[in-house]
């Protein structure tokens, strides 16, 4: 009977994702809160707050303080980097209805693939008639993420040249919300290192299946 012979394979990005990972690498195209792409350069004591109205870069991010006027002021806070990130939105004791938001954004570098922007939440909300939010942005566009205190997982999808970033928002100046953001990650260029381990196992997969042709002659 005539031996079989072996099958042929195609390797498939995804698949060489997966042989990295099993050679001690990661699946990349990712990157952690305030790492390059996203490096945040935080203040020298970690915490930065604002109460007027502007803009103000933290390396990679910006943070976009909108309607300052009633003593509300918005805090960004590095002091746990690089595992977390934590804005504020807080208020004077002055009511009024204006509306406020402060987002915190960053820009997808144009050379790297689509992806997601992934990260856990933890939101606290001080809010007896839900005015204030937790969104995301992209591209000037927020989308709520929730409305009510409480934490989860969240994703989204990007593409290269994307503005994306996190917003606090409140409709009344007596209502005070935080959110703490960890295991951010965002599409990024894989690091040396991680091409290597890459390129290494590939070699190794397509070493093995040349033996087994080999093998199977």
């Given at each position: 009977m005539a031996p079989a012979k072996a099958q042929s394979r195609r390797f498939t990005p995804a698949t060489m994702a997966t042989v990295a990972l099993a050679a001690g690498g990661k699946t990349a195209l990712a990157a952690v809160l305030f790492d390059t792409p996203y490096q945040v350069n935080p203040p020298a004591?970690?915490?930065?707050?604002?109460?007027?109205?502007?803009?103000?870069?933290?390396?990679?991010?910006?943070?976009?303080?909108?309607?300052a006027s009633g003593g509300r002021s918005r805090?960004?806070?590095?002091?746990?980097?690089?595992?977390?990130?934590?804005?504020?939105?807080?208020?004077?004791?002055?009511?009024s209805g204006v509306a406020d938001t402060f987002s915190?954004?960053?820009?997808?570098?144009?050379?790297?693939p689509s992806g997601l922007v992934s990260f856990d939440y933890d939101y606290?909300?001080?809010?007896a008639d839900s005015s204030t939010f937790f969104a995301y942005t992209k591209n000037g566009t927020p989308q709520t993420i929730t409305a009510t205190t409480g934490s989860s997982a969240f994703?989204?999808?990007?593409?290269?040249?994307?503005?994306?970033?996190?917003?606090?928002?409140?409709?009344?100046?007596?209502?005070?919300?935080?959110?703490?953001?960890?295991?951010?990650?965002?599409?990024?260029?894989p690091e040396p290192a991680a091409l290597m381990l890459l390129a290494t196992g590939f070699a190794g997969v397509v070493g093995l299946r040349h033996r087994r042709r080999t093998t199977a002659v």
């Open positions: 004591n970690g915490v930065n707050t604002q109460t007027v109205s502007g803009t103000e870069g933290f390396g990679a991010w910006t943070a976009t303080f909108a309607n805090t960004v806070d590095t002091t746990a980097a690089p595992g977390s990130l934590l804005l504020s939105l807080s208020t004077s004791t002055i009511f915190f954004t960053a820009t997808v570098p144009g050379d790297v606290t909300e001080s809010d994703s989204f999808a990007v593409d290269p040249g994307d503005t994306f970033g996190f917003v606090l928002g409140s409709s009344y100046y007596f209502n005070n919300s935080s959110v703490t953001i960890t295991n951010f990650n965002a599409p990024a260029v």
